[in-house]
RNA sequence: GGGGCUGUAGCUCAGUUGGAUAGAGCGACGGUUUCCUAAACCGUAGGUCGUGGGUUCGAGUCCCGCCAGCCCCGCCA
């Protein structure tokens, strides 16, 4: 309903204005407006919105709350375009104003959403706004090269997706960018222990199996921190690899081939587009990056590291926290890359993305890091004029006994393996299920059915909860068949699939429709909210904004759905309740849509 | 020691620029299958919003102190 508000802010602020001329105008004066703080009604007995402003208004005009809260309505009253939007605003407690729409308002926008493939989102309009670019990079995912992916990738890449997706649809340009680990210290490490344990494997492709890979990291990780000598020999490895040495570089890719395509079949399974650009890729950008901090004095070489010192403002006594920015013995770091990366984005094409806006999706284990590199790249003046930055930060995956989630064995859990639990639960569920209602379904539909049910599961148990916080990672709960989880909103839409197999597909017309109960109303003004929420979580960038919608959605039409006749309804009620299913079926299927997950007709 | 995040019902969590009587789901208890998938719906019980101050007409929400848990803090990413 946003353009339906925005109207409704017009006439309402226009109320107040005329209501308060002297003080309007004494606002105007000092560069501000009155505020009639009109929003959406906090319960539905007190109308679709409610104009809060009559009470902070109170002292500033220095008249009682429920007579400024009058005259406001004695202006509404007169105004009759107001009046075509809503019934008479009603004065409520001790100075609310409760507003109701008009019936036929809300009618006709269900008749232009029905028709409106977007129902009723906008498209954002760059050339209007202050921002020039259309252009966002979204960092997400981010596995490294040499290990597999698991539970703690699961966040960053299903949240990264789903607000890539959303700002797709919004209009935006979006580089999903996968800024995976393929360079750094790591590498010198593996590398050098691979030389002396599994030389063929930095000549050969696949010469060994990514698991053993694995194994080999953890070794070389386990002996670059007890082997002093180990750890030089690393180091001068990483160097040797950073200057492009062509051994080196032809073991690197090899290492990086095998890993890729494990990754891809995660992708896969997940339905997850991204473009790999590694930590390599800014390699050639390094020097780049300490000559420009150098340029702009922020560089003080410290026990012959370079760093930046960071911390200015909130110095009470305490030590500075610092940034290495280039190693006592010229190696680059991730501080440094992740300059490097950032001054590419920023820049415009072709020496860079042209973005305008960055998003992070990382941990929040990397608040601090990433705090300290945005410092640094405004010091440096990186940052163009309207260009955002931001960290989405996200909580730890745990168990169900609250700590990291892990393995019986103390293992981190592979996320292959989850993912694969996942769909295996599903089918049980299933399996159980078809045979306690004595279904027969084919093969091929319970495996399609199994797999999208427990994907779904899975990637909506993570979306819909607050990404700040922890997460409490539970089969049991996110394939539950009720309550706020995938199986529930996929099964609102099997039940208006159902209806139309039963004689809801015929073509509607639409032009008369008629509504009367209150469920329906309940409905449509539930289906109204859908732009305003989208639009939120372009802003906020928290998905699980949509997920609660989606999910009281469903909640609201499976009540309309038991306690409304549909196919048995007259011909108009039942034209105008089939125009509600289509429209919560369109609602429900784009919103898990830019949530990242698919529907089914029948489960 | 410094910094960050979190603390809301028995459990898992929502809670919109500060707004009216703090909401879901699970679990518990009770009820509902003669249209369309009961994987549903309806009802009952359950709260000093960690704690102490402050700002405000009004605080779960903003500010300060304290307590608890988790995370980060110079050559790993």
């Not at 008749?111 to 954002?124: A, E, L, M, W």
């Not at 040797?240 to 990754?263: M, N, P, T, V």
């Not at 639990?421 to 004595?438: F, M, P, S, W, Y």
């Not at 309309?560 to 429209?583: G, H, W």
Request: glycine share 6%; hydrophobic share 40%; proline share 3%.
């Amino acid at each position: 309903m946003l353009t339906l508000s925005k109207g409704l802010e017009i006439q309402v602020q226009n109320a107040l204005e005329k209501a308060f001329p002297e003080a309007a105008a004494q606002a105007l004066d000092s560069g501000s407006k009155l505020n009639p703080q009109l929003v959406r009604a906090s319960k539905p007995e007190f109308g679709d919105f409610q104009i809060n402003g009559a009470l902070q208004l109170s002292k500033q005009l220095k008249t009682a709350p429920r007579e400024i809260a009058e005259k406001i309505i004695q202006e509404l009253n007169r105004n009759e375009r107001f009046l075509t939007i809503c019934n008479s605003a009603v004065i409520a407690g001790p100075g609310f104003i409760n507003l109701t729409l008009q019936p036929e308002c809300l009618t006709s926008e269900i008749k232009t959403r029905v028709k409106d493939p977007r129902i009723g989102v906008p498209k954002r309009n760059f050339i209007d706004t202050h921002t020039k670019y259309s252009r966002v990079v979204v960092d997400f995912s981010s596995p490294n090269i040499a290990k597999e992916m698991h539970v703690g990738h699961l966040r960053s890449t299903i949240i990264g997706d789903s607000l890539a997706r959303i700002l797709e649809f919004r209009g935006y340009e979006v580089l999903r960018i996968n800024h995976i680990g393929d360079w750094g210290t790591q590498f010198g490490m593996l590398i050098t222990h691979l030389k002396t344990v599994a030389p063929e494997a930095l000549t050969k492709a696949n010469a060994l199996e990514l698991e053993n890979l694995v194994e080999f990291y953890k070794q070389a990780k386990q002996k670059f921190d007890s082997d002093e000598i180990f750890q030089k020999q690393s180091r001068e490895e990483v160097v040797r690899l950073q200057a492009g040495d062509s051994l080196s570089i032809k073991a690197w890719s090899l290492l990086c081939d095998q890993s890729r395509r494990e990754f891809q079949q995660i992708y896969n399974l997940l339905d997850i587009q991204i473009h790999e650009r590694g930590e390599s890729f800014y390699n050639k950008y390094l020097a780049n990056v300490i000559t420009e901090l150098t340029d702009a004095n922020l560089l003080i070489v410290d026990q012959g590291a370079k760093c930046i010192f960071l911390d200015e403002k909130k110095n009470k006594g305490s030590k500075k926290s610092v940034i290495i920015i280039q190693k006592s013995d010229g190696g680059f770091n991730y501080a440094t890359t992740d300059l490097a990366a950032l001054r590419y984005r920023f820049n415009q094409v072709p020496e860079g993305d042209g973005a305008s806006r960055i998003i992070y999706v990382t941990d929040a284990g990397q608040a601090n890091h990433f705090e300290g590199i945005f410092e640094i790249a405004k010091r440096a003046n990186w940052i163009p004029k309207g260009g955002r930055i931001e960290h989405v930060p996200f909580g730890l995956v745990q168990g169900p006994d609250g700590k990291k989630l892990k393995t019986r064995s103390g293992e981190t859990i592979r996320l292959r393996d989850l993912l694969d639990e996942a769909v295996n639960r599903a089918e049980v569920d299933l399996k159980l299920r078809l045979q306690k209602e004595g279904r027969e379904e084919s093969e091929e539909f319970i495996k399609n059915v199994s797999t999208t049910v427990g994907i779904a599961a899975v990637k909506y148990a993570d979306l819909s909860q607050n990404r700040i916080t922890n997460y409490q990672f539970s089969f049991d709960r996110m394939l539950a068949l009720q309550g706020n989880t995938a199986p529930y909103l996929l099964y609102a839409l099997v039940r208006i699939s159902g209806i139309a197999r039963r004689g809801g597909s015929d073509d509607l017309n639409i032009e008369n429709l008629e509504f009367n109960e209150p469920q329906e109303w309940e409905l449509i003004r539930e289906l109204l909210k859908f732009d305003e929420i989208i639009v939120e979580v372009e802003e906020e960038l928290l998905p699980n904004r949509l997920c609660t919608y989606l999910f009281e959605l469903s909640q609201i039409f499976n009540r309309f759905y038991e306690q409304v006749p549909i196919l048995k309804a007259d011909m108009q009620n039942r034209i105008s309740r089939l125009t509600l299913c289509r429209l919560t079926a369109k609602t429900l299927q784009l919103g898990m849509n830019l949530l990242g997950i698919p529907s089914l007709e029948r489960m």
